[in-house]
């Protein structure tokens, strides 16, 4: 069988992440719908349908050196748009799953993120205040802090945030999941 | 009329006034909210940027927790990403063939699982679809008449699951916003993106998007908001956004069953309308104006 003839199923058994994304975005015609619906393609250095282009033709140092996907705000105007149905803003969480995986993941993002589900992880909900001191911590920039610092003082006068300090240590109360999804990720 | 009510992480922090008004409207309506003990995060936008599976299993085991219950109702959930995380799961279900056993695989692990079939609704569709403006205006005891209000339904309560409302020029907010007796503002910016996260990463970005919801909110009295993240974005960043515009650009931004609540009678108290970031003196004093009317009648 020619690699051209590969149905989805197929091609994720060959489990290339690449490739399943690439045969998502196989009818992609360039129309530049999504791109016209972008709320933030003015901020971008690839409009939205530059970066699926670059996807099909295989150009990954381009795509992973571009600043579309991190400024993705999923707002699924493109997916509801997109005249071949393609999941658009699944696509690009697919390209930051990969970016974070391949370990260049733009820093700012993915660490927010990573820093997110690691308080689920410890004590199944988010707490907000722990969460941007556990960011501020990892970012280690002086200047990040500061330009929270006056909705984070706000937020406290009104007592929607406490001022807790996180714990580093100890076992999280979702552990077992997040173990288990990791080995089922691991065996795919 | 009964729901699993989830109310997210977000309404026990930053959005609590979201999370009080939302059950004081449903109590006042009658409207029994059955709580789900020890739910845990729906995975937000955090885990569908990592794990494509942990972003199924996260929202799944709320799922999970509601199916042991032995109750036929469906779920209300007042935020939207935790609306589009929670549906998303059955929403995948039917294309993914192997997904389910992976998901109780994972959720083995605290010996739950789930076998599809529970409904994720957000709490708008509640409002304008099960309850109705009817039901609303019955139960209005004081009109908020002369206050004009902007409906802002933002993104993830309409995109990609809507199927309650027009997901590019949607309208059902507007029915309640009258049941009360006050105005809707006129504008088209009702479901346009608010910068979401990216007001975390990419601040200036954000800025921009907000700008423009708030330049066209101009003329309006305040606001209405149905997700904590559009809130956040749109009440806290207003002296930010009025100084990048040049020109003062601050509006009160409520919840909407804080504004439905208002016209029911209940009190700042009930509402919590004090933690609201951006609520103007204007605004207050017209509320207060509501409230005379009511002792007096």
Not at chain 2, 228 to 233: G, H, L, S, V, Y
Request: glycine share 8%.
């Amino acid at each position: 069988m020619s690699e051209e003839n590969l149905t989805l199923a197929e091609v994720h058994e060959v489990a290339d992440p690449m490739r399943v994304i690439q045969e998502k975005l196989r009818a992609c015609m360039q129309c530049g719908t999504c791109t016209g619906s972008c709320a933030n393609s003015f901020a971008m250095d690839y409009t939205p349908r530059q970066l699926w282009r670059m996807v099909q033709l295989g150009l990954t140092d381009e795509l992973f050196n571009s600043k579309t996907f991190s400024l993705c705000s999923s707002c699924y105007y493109c997916t509801l748009r997109c005249p071949r149905g393609l999941p658009l803003t699944e696509t690009i969480h697919a390209l930051k799953q990969l970016a974070v995986a391949k370990g260049i993941a733009e820093k700012k993002g993915a660490r927010f993120y990573q820093t997110f589900l690691d308080t689920v992880r410890r004590y199944g909900r988010v707490r907000e205040m722990e969460l941007m001191a556990r960011y501020f911590m990892i970012m280690k920039s002086p200047m990040l802090p500061l330009s929270f610092t006056p909705l984070g003082m706000r937020l406290m006068i009104k007592g929607k945030v406490s001022p807790e300090m996180p714990k580093f240590f100890g076992p999280g109360k979702m552990d077992a999941i997040f173990r288990k999804v990791k080995e089922l990720e691991a065996s795919s | 009329m009964k729901y699993f009510y989830y109310s997210g992480c977000s309404l026990e922090g930053t959005a609590l006034e979201y999370n009080i008004s939302t059950q004081a409207v449903m109590q006042a309506l009658g409207i029994e909210l059955i709580e789900l003990e020890d739910w845990t995060c729906c995975g937000a936008s955090a885990a569908e940027t990592l794990s494509e599976l942990l972003s199924m299993v996260l929202p799944a085991r709320n799922l999970a927790l509601a199916a042991r219950m032995d109750q036929d109702c469906d779920f209300l959930i007042p935020c939207s990403a935790c609306y589009l995380n929670l549906r998303k799961v059955d929403e995948h279900l039917g294309s993914d063939e192997g997904l389910l056993e992976k998901i109780n695989e994972v959720l083995n692990e605290e010996e739950l699982s789930y076998q599809g079939g529970i409904k994720s609704r957000h709490l708008l569709d509640v409002l304008a679809t099960d309850i109705g403006p009817e039901m609303i205006k019955a139960k209005v005891k004081r009109e908020l008449s002369g206050l004009r209000i902007a409906p802002y339904y933002g993104c993830q309560a309409l995109r990609p699951y809507g199927g309650y409302d027009d997901p590019e020029q949607p309208s059902c907010m507007e029915p309640l916003i009258e049941a009360l007796g006050a105005e809707v503002h006129p504008w088209r910016m009702g479901a346009k993106c608010c910068g979401a996260g990216l007001m975390t990463t990419k601040k200036e970005v954000a800025i921009e998007l907000t700008s423009a919801l708030l330049k066209a909110a101009k003329g309006a009295d305040c606001i209405a908001t149905v997700c904590p993240m559009c809130q956040m974005n749109l009440d806290s960043y207003q002296k930010q956004v009025s100084k990048t515009g040049g020109e003062n650009l601050s509006i009160s931004v409520l919840y909407l069953p804080q504004l439905i609540g208002m016209a029911f009678g209940l009190g700042e108290e009930d509402l919590k309308l004090g933690l609201n970031m951006a609520y103007t003196d204007s605004l207050k004093a017209k509320l207060a104006e509501y409230r005379v009317g009511i002792t007096h009648q």
